[in-house]
């Protein structure tokens, strides 16, 4: 899913900015519209980041009005397709809503609000996720400064500035107030910087664009296996290395282990998430352990009270069984 946002992001763009010539064949509002549809049931929420496209689309193109109805009745039909499918499968309307606010309230998505210092997270959001969007910008925005310098330069293309912003800001201000725990949950927006990254080189003269390719990647790399300090650092190889790693480590523990009998799996602080587990263990009862409560994700009802010894919890210091590194919380 992490993978999808980029593409999502990157064809939406793709299919929206043919789309809006003026001599574009309706076809490509037709397929920008599907497209968009269908994102819905991947991750709804790319749906609403990047359908401002299809309107600015609509705007610069003007297209006959049969054009657009035909579009918005392509583009309903995936919406209905997915919509009937996670109705049915999270048990109704109702079980759908209680689903995604659970995933909100879990997530933290647009928590400020209610916390008690809201300008502090916003500020760290913001320091967060600008820190994501740099590692993309700083491998390329050197060429900027090249181009210049250059005389035989392309003219912009008209309209750019507008479309990066209808593609980019709606993402970029979910992911400042709503959610972007991961660098990965960016994707769909850090993809826009890079394709900017490609006009940039493109437009330097002759094989220097080669050129700047190849250093583009190369500063690339040594980012990523050199990070930057701070919010940065979440972008890196080493990060990676160690989340693959605990998650490697944790699966092993409990595939071993349940040749012995079921296994309670409890996460305290921990890198390994319970969605790694419900992945791979569907059926495994999993507690959340933080400030001081616990939650079941698995929809458990009642901690194991008896043999403690069957309880692998999962923290900062790897993997144990038992209850002994962390005091008992409140239910």
């Known amino acids: ?32 519209a599907i497209f968009v549809g269908t994102l819905a049931g991947f ?40 919509a ?11 079980a759908y809503v209680q689903l995604m606010q659970g995933y909100s309230t879990a997530e933290g998505v647009f928590a400020a609000g209610t916390a008690i210092n809201p300008w502090r997270i916003l500020f760290k959001s913001v320091e967060y996720v600008g820190a994501m969007h740099l590692m993309a910008l700083m491998p390329w925005v050197w060429a900027l400064v090249w181009r210049k310098q250059s005389s035989s330069l392309h003219s912009p293309i008209p309209g750019q500035g507008i479309f ?35 006009i940039a080189l493109h437009r330097l003269p002759g094989r220097a664009a080669w050129a700047g390719l190849l250093l583009a990647c190369l500063i690339g790399a040594e980012l990523f296996f050199s ?9 890196s190889y080493h990060v990676i290395a160690r989340v693959n790693k605990d998650v490697n480590l944790a699966l092993d523990t409990i595939r071993d282990e349940q040749r012995n009998g079921p296994v309670t799996v409890m996460i305290h ?18 507690w959340m352990e933080a400030k ?12 194991p009270a008896g043999d403690a010894s069957r309880v692998a919890v999962f923290d900062r210091t790897g993997v144990h069984f038992g209850l002994k590194a962390s005091s008992p919380p409140r239910q």
């Open 1 to 32: 899913s992490r993978g999808y946002s980029a593409v999502a992001g990157a064809g939406t763009a793709w299919l929206c900015w043919r789309a809006a010539q003026r001599d574009a064949y309706p076809g490509w509002l037709v397929a920008a």
């Open 164 to 198: 990066m912003l209808v593609w980019l800001m709606p993402g970029i201000l979910f992911q400042i107030v709503g959610h972007a725990a991961d660098p990965c949950h960016s994707l769909a927006t850090i993809v826009g910087v890079c394709w900017l990254g490609g």
């Open 43 to 82: 991750r709804p929420v790319e749906t609403l980041m990047l359908s401002p496209l299809l309107l600015w689309a609509v705007w610069m193109g003007r297209p006959h009005p049969r054009t657009i109805a035909i579009a918005a009745v392509a583009g309903s039909l995936p919406v209905l397709a997915w």
């Open 227 to 235: 990070p930057l300090r701070g919010a940065a650092r979440a972008t």
């Open 269 to 286: 602080d921990s890198l390994v998430t319970w969605r790694h587990i419900r992945y791979y263990f569907p059926t495994a009862i999993i």
């Open 84 to 94: 009937w499918a996670l109705l049915a499968a999270s048990g109704g309307f109702q």
């Open 292 to 303: 001081g409560k616990r939650w079941s994700p698995s929809g458990a009802t009642e901690f």
